[in-house]
């Protein structure tokens, strides 16, 4: 992702069900900007048993030591799920005009993809009923936090 001009890469962190749980965006792609990411994901939510990447080299050696136990899986197919991941990301960038600068998408990134998750239930995965009542509780719940930051 181009940020005035400089090649930035958008570094995701997705669980199981598809929600984000950390994302970070660095100049960088490389042994050491994966390892300052996946420090701080372990720290957070722990060892993972299981680790998807895309191909990249580099991953191993970070993954190794701070998840030893973890099943590390680098194929072609396997991260589809991070990359779909990506799409509301790109569709609200381009919206935006692109990013300003690296400091304003990463504040931008972290809490859309936050919001996201609250009110874009998985609509595969429930009737319609259920999907109206999923986003009438999520609108409920921002209505509520908008209210206690206004107090």
């Not at 992702?1 to 962190?13: Q, T, Y």
């Not at 991260?79 to 990359?83: G, L």
């Given at each position: 992702?181009?940020?005035?001009?400089?090649?930035?890469?958008?570094?995701?962190?997705?669980?199981?069900?598809?929600?984000?749980l950390d994302i970070l965006i660095q100049p960088r792609r490389n042994a050491k900007a994966e390892k300052r990411f996946f420090a701080g994901l372990v720290a957070v939510?722990?060892?993972?048993?299981?680790?998807?990447?895309?191909?990249?080299r580099s991953y191993t050696k970070p993954i190794q030591a701070i998840a030893s136990g973890a099943d590390h899986r680098a194929h072609k197919g396997l991260?589809?799920?991070?990359?779909g991941a990506h799409r509301p990301t790109r569709k609200r960038e381009?919206?935006?005009?692109r990013f300003k600068s690296p400091r304003q998408a990463q504040r931008f990134l972290a809490a859309h993809d936050q919001i996201s998750t609250i009110f874009?239930?998985?609509?595969?995965?429930?009737s319609a009923l259920s999907y109206r009542h999923a986003r009438a509780d999520a609108f409920d719940l921002w209505d509520g936090y908008?209210?206690?930051?206004?107090a």
């Open positions: 992702m181009p940020i005035n001009g400089v090649k930035h890469w958008l570094w995701r962190a997705i669980d199981a069900n598809g929600d984000v939510y722990g060892k993972p048993r299981v680790v998807i990447t895309d191909k990249l991260n589809n799920r991070i990359a381009k919206i935006m005009g874009r239930p998985r609509r595969y995965r429930v908008a209210a206690e930051l206004s």
